[in-house]
């Protein structure tokens, strides 16, 4: 398993001898490949054609060459046109290609089928690559990337998801920002982690929530610092809060079969029992995650109901989780 | 933890197969991925970790010098490393400082030589200044001597 390779092309008469790293880009829509139509923004596919081939930061004009993609769950291999960055910082290129997927989606609509396309994806073109970068719409970024860190078992190579607030296509976006950085960063460094990088920032994603719908800073890891930042001289990486494999395993998958076994449930003052009950009796419900007001604190409800009603359901086997609204502190009901 | 790694981590734990509520909750509060911050109070007690064996040994062969077991002392010293004569545990202690009330003797006694006796004088030395029931003297590779005799001041 090759980290870097020199340029393979003898007629490329840019043949440079410094060193490339091959990244797969992962194209599942969002607004970063959003494009404007008469009913709005909506996403359209040749992300790599129309957006990254003309621009020189992510097209050195060198010729591009083919690179093989496993396209299926037959591994059935496909030979994609690659593009090659400028020299970075670090005197490195980095050589990717853009997998689109067949239906791009708004993130909205994912859900554990599609994080579980989204981990195969990688999983048959893990050999294949150095790094992944996998663009996804900023909605339920912070949702997959945390199902994807789970799902991955002694993953060796980076993971690091991305999107943007506006379009590609249009004038002012932080979307090239976040591809090179994330690119930067999959080809660079060997951070065995799922990761999110928005705004010059790359925080683990199982840490990460969405704090701003318009804000370029969207994305934030209250409870954890970032485990790199772009600055304007290089790529500071946190190397101490890596989380590095303890032991040399292959990378293993273990997918979310269906979300519909769990539920989440913010409270507020005044919620009523009712409310509450119609949660707990869900059909085929085995886990409840309570958003309770701080550290395991909820309301008592008239006469108690609300306590007698989560005792009742937790005598009848189900788990409840009780998350604190600020976000600090995770407590187990028994 | 943040709202969705609770939720995607309480779903994929679920998914697991034979996963129970019991073993889904032990999940929960454990940190699998660095999503969670794990949290137990101070714990005032010894490390479970059993001692390395030369501080097993040390311990054993000290514990019988002190007791003026020689039986012991021997049966235990015949197949260690020598270097444990030159040990010292955390406090200082070493095998020569535990039985201190004997090389006080051999301290007053070597004075009288001008210089540090070589190791055939010791022996010599020591069997006549031995008053009662004189031990055996353990003697090393090292040419190092071990006193053993009744302190002979009573």
Redesign the interface.
Known sequence: MEMTRLSQNDNDQYQSVLPEDLVLIVMTGGTISMQKSPTGYVPATGFQEECLTELPLFNDGSPPTMIDVVINKNGDIQAYSSLRTSPSAYQRKIRYTVFEFDDLLDSCSVG?KEWTTIAETVFRNYHLFDGFVILHGTDTL??TS??L???FQNLGKPVILTGAQTPMRKLQSDAIQNLLGSLVIAGHFKIP??CLYFNNRLL?G????KISASDYAAFDS???PSLAITSSSRTNVLWDLI?LPAKNNMISL??????R??A?LRLFPGIRPEMISAVLNLDGL??L?L?TFGPGSAPLGPDGDFINLLTHATKK???I?S?SQC?FL?A?L? | MTTEAALTKMAWLFAEPNATSKSVAAGMIKSMRGELTESSPPIFEHPKATPPNNATIFSDLCYAISGGNVEQFEAIFDGVDQFLLEYSDYMGNTLLVSFRQFLFVVVINLCSFSMWPPSQHISSFSRKSCQQEALPICTTKQATHLFFWQPNWS
Do not use: H, W
Request: glycine share 4%.
């Open positions: 554990s912070a949702y945390s199902a860190s789970f799902m982690e799922v683990r199982n840490r990460t929530t209250p409870n954890y989380q273990q997918k979310v079969i269906d979300t076994q769990v989440c085995l886990g995650v958003e086997g189900l788990l989780i998350i976000m995770l187990l028994q």
